[in-house]
Protein backbone atom coordinates (compact mmCIF):
# COMPACT_ATOMS: atom_id res chain seq x y z
CA UNK A 1 0.00 0.00 0.00
CA UNK A 2 1.41 3.22 -0.55
CA UNK A 3 1.36 5.92 1.79
CA UNK A 4 2.17 9.65 0.71
CA UNK A 5 3.82 12.03 3.67
CA UNK A 6 3.38 15.82 2.60
CA UNK A 7 6.44 18.17 4.68
CA UNK A 8 7.25 22.21 3.19
CA UNK A 9 4.26 24.04 4.53
CA UNK A 10 3.96 26.86 6.65
CA UNK A 11 3.34 30.40 6.64
CA UNK A 12 5.02 32.79 4.08
CA UNK A 13 4.44 36.61 3.00
CA UNK A 14 2.97 37.54 -0.35
CA UNK A 15 5.49 37.43 -2.90
CA UNK A 16 7.72 34.79 -1.09
CA UNK A 17 8.41 30.87 -1.95
CA UNK A 18 7.54 27.63 -0.30
CA UNK A 19 9.01 23.81 -1.64
CA UNK A 20 6.69 21.26 -0.99
CA UNK A 21 7.87 17.71 -0.59
CA UNK A 22 5.91 14.56 -1.03
CA UNK A 23 7.69 11.53 0.26
CA UNK A 24 5.97 8.36 -0.77
CA UNK A 25 6.61 4.61 0.63
CA UNK A 26 5.08 1.23 -0.12
CA UNK A 27 5.10 0.90 -4.06
CA UNK A 28 7.47 1.69 -6.54
CA UNK A 29 6.87 5.78 -7.82
CA UNK A 30 8.11 5.28 -11.34
CA UNK A 31 4.64 3.93 -12.77
CA UNK A 32 2.64 6.48 -10.57
CA UNK A 33 1.28 9.70 -11.98
CA UNK A 34 1.70 12.19 -9.39
CA UNK A 35 -0.17 15.72 -8.70
CA UNK A 36 -0.52 18.60 -6.16
CA UNK A 37 -4.35 19.37 -5.43
CA UNK A 38 -5.03 22.12 -2.31
CA UNK A 39 -8.31 22.65 -1.20
CA UNK A 40 -9.31 26.28 0.44
CA UNK A 41 -12.36 26.77 3.06
CA UNK A 42 -15.59 26.25 1.86
CA UNK A 43 -14.42 25.68 -1.83
CA UNK A 44 -13.54 22.08 -3.98
CA UNK A 45 -10.08 20.36 -4.29
CA UNK A 46 -8.37 22.01 -6.74
CA UNK A 47 -5.93 20.47 -8.90
CA UNK A 48 -2.97 22.27 -9.06
CA UNK A 49 0.21 20.72 -11.05
CA UNK A 50 0.40 17.31 -11.94
CA UNK A 51 3.05 15.05 -13.88
CA UNK A 52 2.78 11.74 -15.61
CA UNK A 53 4.88 8.73 -14.56
CA UNK A 54 7.26 9.31 -17.72
CA UNK A 55 7.80 13.00 -16.70
CA UNK A 56 6.80 13.78 -20.19
CA UNK A 57 3.45 15.43 -19.58
CA UNK A 58 3.30 18.11 -16.94
CA UNK A 59 -0.04 20.30 -16.71
CA UNK A 60 -0.74 23.32 -14.01
CA UNK A 61 -3.83 25.14 -13.37
CA UNK A 62 -3.78 27.91 -15.09
CA UNK A 63 -3.55 30.39 -11.64
CA UNK A 64 0.03 29.26 -10.82
CA UNK A 65 1.36 28.49 -14.19
CA UNK A 66 4.85 30.69 -14.46
CA UNK A 67 4.69 30.36 -10.51
CA UNK A 68 4.83 26.64 -9.64
CA UNK A 69 6.97 23.80 -10.78
CA UNK A 70 6.31 20.03 -10.25
CA UNK A 71 9.24 17.62 -10.31
CA UNK A 72 9.85 14.21 -9.32
CA UNK A 73 12.94 12.08 -8.08
CA UNK A 74 11.58 8.89 -8.62
CA UNK A 75 15.60 7.45 -6.74
CA UNK A 76 14.55 9.51 -4.27
CA UNK A 77 10.77 8.30 -3.62
CA UNK A 78 9.79 12.47 -3.58
CA UNK A 79 8.00 14.66 -5.82
CA UNK A 80 8.13 18.21 -5.07
CA UNK A 81 5.99 21.48 -5.15
CA UNK A 82 7.97 24.74 -6.45
CA UNK A 83 6.10 28.20 -5.28
CA UNK A 84 7.55 31.36 -5.86
CA UNK A 85 5.38 34.37 -6.27
CA UNK A 86 3.19 32.95 -3.54
CA UNK A 87 -0.30 35.14 -3.12
CA UNK A 88 -3.06 35.12 0.22
CA UNK A 89 -5.48 33.22 -2.86
CA UNK A 90 -2.85 30.49 -2.71
CA UNK A 91 -3.69 30.10 1.00
CA UNK A 92 -4.84 26.31 1.56
CA UNK A 93 -4.02 22.85 2.34
CA UNK A 94 -2.31 20.76 -0.13
CA UNK A 95 -2.27 17.18 -1.12
CA UNK A 96 -0.19 15.09 -3.03
CA UNK A 97 -1.79 12.61 -4.75
CA UNK A 98 -1.08 8.94 -6.80
CA UNK A 99 -2.39 7.17 -9.39
CA UNK A 100 -1.52 4.12 -11.55
CA UNK A 101 -4.85 4.26 -14.10
CA UNK A 102 -3.38 6.93 -15.95
CA UNK A 103 -1.21 5.95 -19.34
CA UNK A 104 2.74 6.78 -19.16
CA UNK A 105 2.39 9.94 -21.09
CA UNK A 106 -0.40 11.66 -19.56
CA UNK A 107 -2.23 13.18 -16.16
CA UNK A 108 -5.12 14.76 -14.65
CA UNK A 109 -5.78 17.44 -12.45
CA UNK A 110 -9.37 15.57 -11.55
CA UNK A 111 -9.38 14.43 -8.27
CA UNK A 112 -10.91 11.40 -8.68
CA UNK A 113 -8.79 10.07 -11.17
CA UNK A 114 -6.18 9.61 -8.33
CA UNK A 115 -6.03 6.60 -5.21
CA UNK A 116 -3.55 7.51 -2.66
CA UNK A 117 -3.23 10.96 -1.07
CA UNK A 118 -1.30 12.20 1.49
CA UNK A 119 -2.65 13.94 4.55
CA UNK A 120 -2.13 17.20 3.30
CA UNK A 121 0.21 20.30 4.32
CA UNK A 122 -0.89 23.83 4.78
CA UNK A 123 0.07 26.89 2.85
CA UNK A 124 -0.87 30.32 4.49
CA UNK A 125 -0.02 33.42 2.56
CA UNK A 126 -0.76 36.41 4.66
CA UNK A 127 1.34 39.48 5.82
Not at 12 to 23: D, E, F, I, K
Not at 83 to 103: F, G, I, Q, W
Request: net charge positive; hydrophobic share 35%.
Amino acid sequence: QLQLVESGGGLVQPGGSLRLSCAASGLILDHLAIGWFRQAPGKEREGVACISSSSIKIDYADSVKGRFTISRDNAKTKVYLQMNSLKPEDTAVYYCAATARLPSWTTSRTPSRYDYWGQGTQVTVSS
